[in-house]
C-alpha cells in the first residue's frame, strides 16, 4: 500500500512538529550577535533571527552542506544538488533563489569575517561544518546593515576551545561509497585557546559521473594579550575535485504538460546529460583564507574590535568544449565601536562603522575538448575588480518601559571594473560605480513578560555580481554590461514572539517586499545576458514552534508561505512566479531523548510545493515530501566519550527533484535526489 506522504507530512507536523530533545530544562529564545553586533535575547529583538544550534549541525548529519541544517529555518530555501560541483542552492524570501554559481543576495560570515565578496557572491563550499556551534539566520530589513544584500545574513559561529585538552576522531561511511573521516585537537594551555580540525571526504556520487573529493582543515587560535583584549585567529583551507553531472530534461514529456516525476526518468545510470561525460565536465577548486578579529574592552561603556582578512581561492570549470578558470585574490577589513549607556535615563546601545573589501579575478575562457584543454587561442582573457567602501551606524534605545527602538543607517558605495585583453570580438574593458545610502527602523512592544509584538522598515539595495555584467550579448560574448542597475526594495515586516510557557514557544512573521529592477536573466545562447525587469513583490508568512512534551519527546516545527511575483504591471513576465522559488515549505521534527542510555532518536518531514524553473513558469519541478530518521548512542567511560550515529534520508523512497537550475540555455532544469539512503558513523573523544 502506498503511503500518502503529503498527508502524513502534515499530521506529524501539525501535531508534534520538534527538534531533538536538549538538557536544558527550559524552552528559551537564543542569544545571538548577528542582529545588533552585540549579544542579544533574540526574543527581545524587532526582526526574524534563528539559531541552528550544534546539536542539528553535527549530530548525524553528513556535515559537508548547509542546506544539511537551514532547512529548519523558516523563510530559508537550501535545496541540496546532491553533487558537489555546484554550492547549495540557498535563497532567503525568495531573494538569491536565481543565482546559479554560488549564494547572493544573502551574506555569509564566520566568527564575523566575511565568506562573501564585494559584488555580493558568497562560496559556502569553504564552510567546515566539524567546527560550526551555530548558525544565525536573519531575514528582513535589518539585512541591510550588512551591506547589499536584500534577502538575508547567514553567521556561523566556530567552536570555543574547551578548557582542559581534548582529541577526537569521527569515521563516518555512507550510501554510493561515501566516507567522511575527520580528526580534532582543542584545547586551552597558558591562556591560548585553539582548535585544529582535518576532513577527508569522497564519494562516488548517486548519479553517474558525480563522484567527489574534498578535503578541508581550520585552525582558530585565540590570544588574550591583556586582560582587556583578546586576538582570535581563523585560518581554513580546503581542495575539491567533483564530476559534474548536469542537469536533466524530463525525458518522453513536453514543458507545456510535464509528466509525473519517475524514476526511469532520472535514477537509472543514464540519468546524467550525455555531454557531461563526453566532454568531462568537472570543477576543480581550492580556497585559502584568513581572518583576524581583535577585540579591545576601552573602558565599560566601549568597546573596539577590528577584523582583517585576506585569501586566495581557485577555480577550474570544465564545461562542454570548454575550460573557464578563476584565479581570485581578496581582502577586506571592518573597524567598528560600540558604546552602551542611558540617554535620558534608558539605556541605549550604539554601533559605528567602517567596513571595506576587495576582489581581483583573473577569469580565462580556453577551448577544451573531452575535457582536456587545447592549444586554440583563449576567448576571454580579463580581470575584473570590485572595491567597496561602506559607513554606518546602528542603535537601540529602550526609550519606555516596555517600548525598544532600533534604527540604523548604511552607506554603500562599489566600484566594479573589468580589464579585456581580448578585442577581437569588441572591447570590453570598462567600470561601474553603484552608491546608495540604506535606511531601517524597527519598533517592538512589550505586551507582557512572555510576548512581544514588533515591526520594521527598511530598504534593500542588490548590486549586480561581476557575473552578471559579464556580457552584453549572447552570441559574441562582448562585455561587460555596464548599463545594468542594480534592484531596489522596500521591506516591510510584522510579528510576535511568545514563550508560551517554559516548555513551549512561538514566532510568526509576516512580510511584504516590493523590488524594482530586479536582475534577471534576459538571454541566453553561447552567453548569459542579464537584465533589469522591472517590479516584483514578494508577500509571505513564517511560523515557527517549539516545544518539549513529557516523557523526553520534543518538538519543532518551521513553516514558510511565499508568494513571490514579477509585478503586474512589470513589461518582463507579469504576474509570473519567480523561478526557484516555493509557495510553502514545511519542516518538522519529533524527537525522543532516554537519558539513563543517553539515546536520542527523531523523525523528520520536509515538504516543499512545486516550483518553476523559467522566468515564464512554462517548466517546473513537483512537490515533493520525504521522511528522515536519526539515531545517536553514547557512552561515558573516564576521560573517553564514544558516540555512535546512524541517518536514514528519504525514508519512502521518494522520487523527487532535490534542485533546480533556473533559466538553463539547454532546458536541463532538474538536479534529482536520491532515493532511501544511509550514512552510518562513530566518533570517539579523549579529554586529557
Same mark, same amino acid.
Given at each position: 500500500?502506498?503511503?500518502?506522504?503529503?498527508?502524513?507530512?502534515?499530521?506529524?507536523?501539525?501535531?508534534?512538529?520538534?527538534?531533538?530533545?536538549?538538557?536544558?530544562?527550559?524552552?528559551?529564545?537564543?542569544?545571538?550577535?548577528?542582529?545588533?553586533?552585540?549579544?542579544?535575547?533574540?526574543?527581545?529583538?524587532?526582526?526574524?533571527?534563528?539559531?541552528?544550534?550544534?546539536?542539528?549541525?553535527?549530530?548525524?548529519?553528513?556535515?559537508?552542506?548547509?542546506?544539511?541544517?537551514?532547512?529548519?529555518?523558516?523563510?530559508?530555501?537550501?535545496?541540496?544538488?546532491?553533487?558537489?560541483?555546484?554550492?547549495?542552492?540557498?535563497?532567503?524570501?525568495?531573494?538569491?533563489?536565481?543565482?546559479?554559481?554560488?549564494?547572493?543576495?544573502?551574506?555569509?560570515?564566520?566568527?564575523?569575517?566575511?565568506?562573501?565578496?564585494?559584488?555580493?557572491?558568497?562560496?559556502?563550499?569553504?564552510?567546515?561544518?566539524?567546527?560550526?556551534?551555530?548558525?544565525?539566520?536573519?531575514?528582513?530589513?535589518?539585512?541591510?546593515?550588512?551591506?547589499?544584500?536584500?534577502?538575508?545574513?547567514?553567521?556561523?559561529?566556530?567552536?570555543?576551545?574547551?578548557?582542559?585538552?581534548?582529541?577526537?576522531?569521527? =569515521?563516518?561511511?555512507?550510501?554510493?561509497?561515501?566516507?567522511?573521516?575527520?580528526?580534532?585537537?582543542?584545547?586551552?594551555?597558558?591562556?591560548?585557546?585553539?582548535?585544529?580540525?582535518?576532513?577527508?571526504?569522497?564519494?562516488?556520487?548517486?548519479?553517474q559521473h558525480s563522484a567527489n573529493e574534498k578535503r578541508q582543515a581550520t585552525a582558530k587560535l585565540g590570544v588574550r594579550l591583556s586582560e582587556d583584549t583578546k586576538l582570535t585567529t581563523l585560518l581554513n583551507w580546503f581542495d575539491q575535485t567533483a564530476l559534474d553531472p548536469g542537469g536533466l530534461i524530463r525525458t518522453g514529456t513536453s514543458a507545456t504538460a510535464p509528466g509525473a516525476i519517475t524514476r526511469n526518468a532520472f535514477y537509472n545510470p543514464a540519468g546524467v546529460a550525455s555531454i557531461a561525460v563526453t566532454n568531462r565536465n568537472r570543477v576543480i577548486r581550492s580556497n585559502t583564507q584568513v581572518g583576524f578579529n581583535l577585540e579591545h574592552k576601552i573602558d565599560s561603556s566601549n568597546t573596539l574590535n577590528m577584523v582583517a582578512y585576506a585569501g586566495q581561492r581557485e577555480n577550474l570549470q570544465y564545461l562542454p568544449n570548454s575550460a573557464s578558470s578563476i584565479a581570485r585574490d581578496f581582502y577586506g577589513a571592518e573597524m567598528r565601536l560600540n558604546n552602551r549607556g542611558d540617554f535620558l535615563g534608558r539605556t541605549y546601545n550604539i554601533s559605528a562603522g567602517l567596513n571595506a573589501g576587495f576582489m581581483e579575478d583573473a577569469r580565462l575562457n580556453q577551448t577544451a575538448s573531452g575535457g582536456t584543454i587545447t592549444n586554440a587561442a583563449p576567448s576571454r582573457d580579463e580581470t575584473q575588480k570590485a572595491?567597496?567602501?561602506?559607513?554606518?551606524?546602528?542603535?537601540?534605545?529602550?526609550?519606555?518601559?516596555?517600548?525598544?527602538?532600533?534604527?540604523?543607517?548604511?552607506?554603500?558605495?562599489?566600484?566594479?571594473?573589468?580589464?579585456?585583453?581580448?578585442?577581437?570580438?569588441?572591447?570590453?574593458?570598462?567600470?561601474?560605480?553603484?552608491?546608495?545610502?540604506?535606511?531601517?527602523?524597527?519598533?517592538?512592544?512589550?505586551?507582557?513578560?512572555?510576548?512581544?509584538?514588533?515591526?520594521?522598515?527598511?530598504?534593500?539595495?542588490?548590486?549586480?555580481?561581476?557575473?552578471?555584467?559579464?556580457?552584453?550579448? *549572447?552570441?559574441?560574448?562582448?562585455?561587460?554590461?555596464?548599463?545594468?542597475?542594480?534592484?531596489?526594495?522596500?521591506?516591510?515586516?510584522?510579528?510576535?514572539?511568545?514563550?508560551?510557557? *517554559?516548555?513551549?514557544?512561538?514566532?510568526?512573521?509576516?512580510?511584504?517586499?516590493?523590488?524594482?529592477?530586479?536582475?534577471?536573466?534576459?538571454?541566453?545562447?553561447?552567453?548569459? =545576458?542579464?537584465?533589469?525587469?522591472?517590479?516584483?513583490?514578494?508577500?509571505?508568512?513564517?511560523?515557527?514552534?517549539?516545544?518539549?512534551?513529557?516523557?523526553?519527546?520534543?518538538?519543532?516545527?518551521?513553516?514558510?508561505?511565499?508568494?513571490?511575483?514579477?509585478?503586474?504591471?512589470?513589461?518582463?513576465?507579469?504576474?509570473?512566479?519567480?523561478?526557484?522559488?516555493?509557495?510553502?515549505?514545511?519542516?518538522?521534527?519529533?524527537?525522543?531523548?532516554?537519558?539513563?542510555?543517553?539515546?536520542?532518536?527523531?523523525?523528520? =518531514?520536509?515538504?516543499?510545493?512545486?516550483?518553476?524553473?523559467?522566468? *515564464?513558469?512554462?517548466?517546473?519541478?513537483?512537490?515533493?515530501?520525504?521522511?528522515?530518521?536519526?539515531?545517536?548512542?553514547?557512552?561515558?567511560?573516564?576521560?573517553?566519550?564514544?558516540?555512535?550515529?546512524?541517518?536514514?534520508?528519504?525514508?519512502?523512497?521518494?522520487?523527487?527533484?532535490?534542485?533546480?537550475?533556473?533559466?538553463?540555455?539547454?532546458?536541463?532544469?532538474?538536479?534529482?535526489?536520491?532515493?532511501?539512503?544511509?550514512?552510518?558513523?562513530?566518533?570517539?573523544?579523549?579529554?586529557?
Amino acid at each position: 500500500m502506498k503511503i500518502n506522504k503529503t498527508t502524513l507530512a502534515v499530521l506529524i507536523a501539525g501535531c508534534f512538529g520538534a527538534t531533538a530533545a536538549a538538557e536544558e530544562t527550559k524552552v528559551l529564545s537564543p542569544v545571538v550577535v548577528t542582529a545588533t553586533r552585540v549579544e542579544q535575547d533574540s526574543f527581545d529583538l524587532p526582526m526574524s533571527i534563528d539559531k541552528v544550534e550544534k546539536k542539528d549541525i553535527q549530530d548525524a548529519q553528513l556535515r559537508m552542506t548547509l542546506s544539511e541544517s537551514l532547512s529548519r529555518i523558516p523563510g530559508i530555501t537550501a535545496q541540496n544538488r546532491n553533487q558537489m560541483a555546484q554550492d547549495p542552492q540557498i535563497s532567503s524570501r525568495g531573494f538569491g533563489a536565481r543565482s546559479s554559481f554560488g549564494v547572493r543576495g544573502i551574506r555569509l560570515y564566520v566568527d564575523g569575517i566575511p565568506l562573501s565578496m564585494p559584488d555580493g557572491i558568497g562560496n559556502p563550499g569553504s564552510i567546515d561544518l566539524g567546527v560550526i556551534s551555530g548558525i544565525e539566520v536573519m531575514r528582513g530589513p535589518f539585512s541591510a546593515m550588512y551591506g547589499n544584500s536584500s534577502g538575508g545574513v547567514i553567521q556561523l559561529l566556530t567552536d570555543a576551545a574547551p578548557a582542559r585538552p581534548e582529541v577526537s576522531a569521527d =569515521v563516518l561511511y555512507g550510501s554510493f561509497g561515501t566516507r567522511r573521516e575527520s580528526v580534532q585537537a582543542a584545547g586551552t594551555r597558558q591562556g591560548v585557546e585553539y582548535l585544529v580540525n582535518f576532513s577527508d571526504y569522497t564519494s562516488d556520487g548517486f548519479r553517474q559521473h558525480s563522484a567527489n573529493e574534498k578535503r578541508q582543515a581550520t585552525a582558530k587560535l585565540g590570544v588574550r594579550l591583556s586582560e582587556d583584549t583578546k586576538l582570535t585567529t581563523l585560518l581554513n583551507w580546503f581542495d575539491q575535485t567533483a564530476l559534474d553531472p548536469g542537469g536533466l530534461i524530463r525525458t518522453g514529456t513536453s514543458a507545456t504538460a510535464p509528466g509525473a516525476i519517475t524514476r526511469n526518468a532520472f535514477y537509472n545510470p543514464a540519468g546524467v546529460a550525455s555531454i557531461a561525460v563526453t566532454n568531462r565536465n568537472r570543477v576543480i577548486r581550492s580556497n585559502t583564507q584568513v581572518g583576524f578579529n581583535l577585540e579591545h574592552k576601552i573602558d565599560s561603556s566601549n568597546t573596539l574590535n577590528m577584523v582583517a582578512y585576506a585569501g586566495q581561492r581557485e577555480n577550474l570549470q570544465y564545461l562542454p568544449n570548454s575550460a573557464s578558470s578563476i584565479a581570485r585574490d581578496f581582502y577586506g577589513a571592518e573597524m567598528r565601536l560600540n558604546n552602551r549607556g542611558d540617554f535620558l535615563g534608558r539605556t541605549y546601545n550604539i554601533s559605528a562603522g567602517l567596513n571595506a573589501g576587495f576582489m581581483e579575478d583573473a577569469r580565462l575562457n580556453q577551448t577544451a575538448s573531452g575535457g582536456t584543454i587545447t592549444n586554440a587561442a583563449p576567448s576571454r582573457d580579463e580581470t575584473q575588480k570590485a572595491l567597496n567602501f561602506d559607513q554606518f551606524v546602528q542603535s537601540s534605545w529602550s526609550f519606555a518601559d516596555r517600548w525598544d527602538l532600533h534604527a540604523g543607517i548604511r552607506h554603500t558605495n562599489l566600484r566594479q571594473s573589468v580589464l579585456d585583453r581580448i578585442t577581437s570580438n569588441g572591447d570590453g574593458t570598462g567600470s561601474v560605480r553603484y552608491e546608495r545610502t540604506i535606511p531601517v527602523a524597527g519598533l517592538i512592544f512589550k505586551a507582557t513578560p512572555t510576548l512581544n509584538v514588533y515591526a520594521n522598515v527598511g530598504k534593500g539595495f542588490e548590486t549586480p555580481t561581476m557575473i552578471e555584467i559579464s556580457y552584453n550579448n *549572447d552570441t559574441t560574448g562582448t562585455g561587460p554590461n555596464l548599463g545594468l542597475k542594480p534592484s531596489t526594495s522596500t521591506n516591510i515586516e510584522v510579528g510576535t514572539k511568545w514563550l508560551v510557557n *517554559d516548555d513551549t514557544r512561538f514566532n510568526a512573521a509576516l512580510f511584504d517586499v516590493s523590488t524594482e529592477n530586479e536582475i534577471v536573466v534576459q538571454s541566453t545562447n553561447t552567453y548569459t =545576458v542579464y537584465n533589469n525587469s522591472g517590479k516584483t513583490k514578494r508577500q509571505g508568512a513564517e511560523l515557527n514552534f517549539e516545544a518539549r512534551l513529557p516523557m523526553d519527546f520534543s518538538v519543532y516545527l518551521a513553516y514558510t508561505l511565499l508568494d513571490a511575483k514579477f509585478d503586474e504591471n512589470s513589461a518582463f513576465n507579469a504576474n509570473k512566479v519567480i523561478p526557484g522559488t516555493y509557495r510553502t515549505q514545511l519542516f518538522g521534527e519529533i524527537a525522543w531523548r532516554h537519558q539513563p542510555m543517553n539515546f536520542v532518536t527523531a523523525l523528520e =518531514v520536509r515538504h516543499g510545493s512545486k516550483t518553476f524553473t523559467k522566468d *515564464d513558469n512554462t517548466e517546473s519541478a513537483p512537490q515533493y515530501t520525504v521522511l528522515s530518521a536519526r539515531a545517536s548512542l553514547q557512552q561515558q567511560w573516564n576521560q573517553w566519550r564514544l558516540t555512535e550515529y546512524v541517518r536514514i534520508d528519504n525514508l519512502t523512497d521518494e522520487a523527487y527533484i532535490g534542485s533546480v537550475r533556473v533559466n538553463d540555455s539547454n532546458n536541463r532544469f532538474f538536479e534529482p535526489a536520491p532515493g532511501r539512503n544511509y550514512i552510518v558513523g562513530i566518533k570517539a573523544n579523549y579529554a586529557f
